[in-house]
């Protein structure tokens, strides 16, 4: 029976029609004709093995119309893209007519010299002056012969009076064309000039000449089929053919659609050949290769490959090459900043991957891993996921900072936890808190175990649940997980880790995401006992594959999922992995200091009018009064952070705290300068010398501190 392929709404898709038809050796009795269908009509038998018409008479499997004319929202889309391109054309061509008009002169003056040069045979009478040159060759030959010399002054006679006749009807004309246009309407002095000027501007073009600006930039990248089959083939992806057989008959990739033009770049997808035993993974594999091959950085290939779900197979790639580098350029503005509210069960705005399709990243029921080198947006990117919970009443945050600088400062305005720091009471203070959130998932587990399916059907926390029995939802975000690490025993080190990966494993049924980021994702940073388990893992650049593998997972780098491709320029761009076998290169959206900061103040206010603002949130003076817009001493409110989780301080420990959260200010400070910047503010030390662990040493009590803080901060405060 001939197969029968046709193209399905997804390009690349192929229904065979022999995938649907029953078996002819099957057992399976057939459906008598002649009885009604349950549905009231006749069972159709087309489709029959007995049928010889089968293949000619079934109903192809496609859809009629075009993708773009299947709803009427599509038709409005595309109408309104066309709208808009003709409209950006207009001005872009609108703004040069200044220089169509020079370039329409000079055109123009150059088909008026070549009118000329070929009008001149016609006004100097060429066509006589060959009759005049021959007989003036003969007569110098017989001078005595008078007929010839009568003949020639006839000849020379008519030259001379078909030249003048013809040079004064032209220049008669040209006066009266003159006369004429300097008498007209100025409107009609413009046609007239259009008129004469448009056939000369087009006689003096060039066989390169191009009149209009090119609207959009040349291609950078240029591709064919040919290309792309050389390409493979120089990465060992086809065989080449024997000796002596024609390049024609070699196997090459069938390429069910492309390769066409999309956006700035070139799209194809193509099948591998059957028999040369080379898979899309094997494609995928050779990106570099093949980049080289067709001329282009490996940044700017972009390679996946097309699932059975998709209309694929297992040697179907998509493949998109970008003609210069996609993720350069001015970044985008997160959305989050500008919004007033947002609801963490939705995707959360992420950023944009290479074609600047928008990538939005569903949180709940996930942890997130962000890894890579300093410096390259890893922290931005995190606090994007963050920024988009603090916006949501009913999200409740614990925040660790193992750097302790100024990345997470404002969320001392929202987070009912915030460790900041990686000394010894910072670790004790995340010990503490992993412990708590442990107890908090443990009881919010009893109670939804003990809710009726009709409320909980799935057993996991949903929007109703969240705001009917009080149990907001939980982000955990530690940043900077390797210091906490280093700093701990072995046997706290143990600890730690297995509280998060028991949150990170159970937590999302019971509402909680977390959110964990490394500048060194190795075995000893963060152990792959942790990394495995969190599902949605980013990373910026980082120095091999060996390094993109231990963020994104092993063996990723070799599927097209490597983060080592990434340069230095690449600041908040990293390969976000979604899944075994989902991932993508996006250029994250950009949130500053200031804008996480307004987040962060919105998030507080947000709160306090749903009555959700609870733990350290509620009880830090430095966030009430900034909360209050009342001012408070810059020295306070830094002492308070350093000593958040202390109620005493030596004050070597508290001057490298200072330092640690502003080296410009305090970068100078001794213990006498910060003695009177303190006394200055308020503060009156009941004690000069603290005791620590035993030892006694200058130091600071938390509480004088805190009786430094103005009455009427304390009033707004609660």
């Known amino acids: 029976?001939?197969?029968?392929?046709?193209?399905?709404?997804?390009?690349?898709?192929?229904?065979?029609?022999?995938?649907?038809?029953?078996?002819?050796?099957?057992?399976?009795?057939?459906?008598?004709?002649?009885?009604?269908?349950?549905?009231?009509?006749?069972?159709?038998?087309?489709?029959?093995?007995?049928?010889?018409?089968?293949?000619?008479?079934?109903?192809?499997?496609?859809?009629?119309?075009?993708?773009?004319?299947?709803?009427?929202?599509?038709?409005?889309?595309?109408?309104?893209?066309?709208?808009?391109?003709?409209?950006?054309?207009?001005?872009?061509?609108?703004?040069?007519?200044?220089?169509?008009?020079?370039?329409?002169?000079?055109?123009?003056?150059?088909?008026?010299?070549?009118?000329?040069?070929?009008?001149?045979?016609?006004?100097?009478?060429?066509?006589?002056?060959?009759?005049?040159?021959?007989?003036?060759?003969?007569?110098?030959?017989?001078?005595?012969?008078?007929?010839?010399?009568?003949?020639?002054?006839?000849?020379?006679?008519?030259?001379?009076?078909?030249?003048?006749?013809?040079?004064?009807?032209?220049?008669?004309?040209?006066?009266?064309?003159?006369?004429?246009?300097?008498?007209?309407?100025?409107?009609?002095?413009?046609?007239?000039?259009?008129?004469?000027?448009?056939?000369?501007?087009?006689?003096?073009?060039?066989?390169?000449?191009?009149?209009?600006?090119?609207?959009?930039?040349?291609?950078?990248?240029?591709?064919?089929?040919?290309?792309?089959?050389?390409?493979?083939?120089?990465?060992?992806?086809?065989?080449?053919?024997?000796?002596?057989?024609?390049?024609?008959?070699?196997?090459?990739?069938?390429?069910?659609?492309?390769?066409?033009?999309?956006?700035?770049?070139?799209?194809?997808?193509?099948?591998?050949?059957r028999g040369g035993g080379k898979t899309a993974s094997d494609v995928l594999a050779k990106r570099e290769v093949i980049a080289q091959e067709l001329g282009v950085d490996e940044i700017q290939v972009i390679m996946s490959r097309v699932r059975a779900a998709k209309g694929g197979n297992a040697g179907r790639v998509s493949m998109w090459v970008a003609d210069d580098d996609p993720y350069l350029g001015t970044p985008n503005p997160s959305p989050l900043?500008?919004?007033?509210?947002?609801?963490?069960?939705?995707?959360?705005?992420?950023?944009?991957?290479?074609?600047?399709?928008?990538?939005?990243?569903?949180?709940?029921?996930?942890?997130?891993?962000?890894?890579?080198?300093?410096?390259?947006?890893?922290?931005?990117?995190?606090?994007?996921?963050?920024?988009?919970?603090?916006?949501?009443?009913?999200?409740?945050?614990?925040?660790?900072?193992?750097?302790?600088?100024?990345?997470?400062?404002?969320?001392?305005?929202?987070?009912?936890?915030?460790?900041?720091?990686?000394?010894?009471?910072?670790?004790?203070?995340?010990?503490?808190?992993?412990?708590e959130l442990l107890i908090e998932m443990e009881r919010r587990f009893a109670i939804l175990r003990e809710m009726p399916t009709s409320i909980c059907p799935e057993g996991k926390l949903t929007p109703e649940i969240?705001?009917?029995?009080?149990?907001?939802?939980?982000?955990?975000?530690?940043?900077?997980?390797?210091e906490y690490f280093t700093a701990m025993e072995r046997e706290d080190r143990d600890q730690v880790i297995n509280d998060l990966c028991r949150?990170?494993?159970?937590?999302?049924?019971?509402?909680?995401?977390?959110n964990f980021a490394s500048q060194r994702p190795d075995a000893e940073s963060v152990p792959p006992k942790l990394r495995e388990i969190i599902t949605l893992r980013y990373s910026t650049q980082v120095v091999d594959r060996t390094s993109s593998d231990m963020v994104l997972g092993k063996g990723k780098a070799a599927q097209g999922a490597d983060a080592s491709v990434l340069s230095e320029e690449h600041k908040g761009v990293g390969v976000l992995v979604t899944g075994p076998a989902s991932f993508v290169t996006v250029r994250a959206d950009y949130l500053d200091g200031t804008d996480f900061a307004r987040i962060c103040a919105k998030g507080r206010a947000l709160r306090e009018a749903a009555g959700q603002l609870t733990g350290d949130a509620a009880g830090d003076v430095t966030a009430a009064a900034d909360a209050a817009g009342l001012k408070l001493a810059p020295i306070l409110s830094d002492a308070l952070e350093v000593m958040r989780h202390s109620p005493r301080m030596f004050t070597t420990d508290l001057l490298a705290g200072l330092v640690n959260i502003d080296e410009d200010t305090y970068g100078d400070f001794n213990a006498e300068r910060l003695a009177s910047e303190l006394e200055a503010a308020g503060v009156k030390r009941t004690s000069k010398q603290v005791k620590i662990s035993g030892t006694n040493a200058a130091g600071y009590q938390r509480r004088d501190i805190e009786a430094a803080v103005p009455a009427e901060i304390l009033l707004a405060n609660g």
Not at 11 to 40: I, Q, V, W
Request: charged fraction near 20%.
């Open 466 to 482: 969240v705001k009917r029995y009080n149990l907001p939802v939980i982000f955990v975000t530690i940043d900077e997980l390797q």
């Open 1 to 273: 029976m001939t197969e029968l392929a046709v193209a399905g709404a997804d390009m690349g898709t192929l229904h065979h029609l022999d995938d649907h038809r029953p078996n002819p050796d099957s057992t399976t009795p057939s459906p008598d004709l002649d009885k009604p269908a349950a549905g009231g009509g006749v069972v159709e038998a087309v489709d029959r093995p007995d049928n010889p018409l089968a293949d000619w008479l079934t109903v192809p499997d496609a859809p009629v119309l075009p993708a773009w004319a299947r709803s009427a929202a599509s038709v409005r889309a595309n109408a309104a893209a066309l709208v808009r391109l003709s409209w950006w054309h207009a001005r872009f061509h609108a703004f040069r007519v200044p220089k169509y008009l020079v370039k329409t002169v000079l055109l123009a003056a150059r088909g008026f010299f070549r009118a000329t040069v070929g009008l001149w045979p016609t006004l100097s009478a060429q066509d006589h002056s060959a009759t005049v040159r021959a007989l003036r060759a003969q007569v110098k030959a017989r001078p005595e012969d008078v007929d010839l010399a009568a003949r020639l002054q006839l000849a020379h006679f008519e030259r001379t009076r078909t030249r003048r006749w013809r040079f004064g009807a032209a220049a008669i004309g040209v006066a009266c064309a003159v006369i004429g246009i300097a008498l007209a309407d100025p409107v009609l002095q413009t046609g007239i000039a259009a008129a004469v000027v448009t056939p000369l501007a087009y006689l003096g073009r060039g066989r390169d000449t191009q009149f209009l600006d090119q609207g959009a930039p040349p291609l950078r990248v240029d591709m064919s089929a040919q290309q792309l089959n050389d390409a493979l083939r120089a990465a060992g992806l086809l065989k080449s053919g024997r000796a002596g057989e024609d390049e024609k008959d070699w196997p090459r990739v069938s390429c069910s659609m492309g390769p066409v033009r999309d956006g700035r770049g070139w799209a194809v997808i193509f099948d591998l050949p």
């Open 503 to 514: 949150i990170a494993r159970r937590g999302p049924a019971a509402g909680f995401v977390s």
């Open 337 to 435: 900043a500008s919004a007033q509210t947002f609801s963490i069960w939705d995707p959360i705005p992420f950023g944009q991957d290479a074609r600047g399709n928008r990538i939005a990243v569903p949180v709940m029921w996930e942890s997130m891993f962000y890894g890579g080198l300093p410096r390259r947006g890893k922290t931005f990117t995190q606090r994007l996921m963050t920024a988009a919970g603090l916006l949501d009443a009913y999200v409740r945050h614990y925040v660790a900072d193992g750097k302790g600088g100024a990345d997470w400062m404002p969320m001392r305005a929202v987070a009912h936890r915030l460790v900041m720091g990686a000394e010894d009471d910072a670790v004790e203070a995340l010990k503490a808190m992993l412990q």
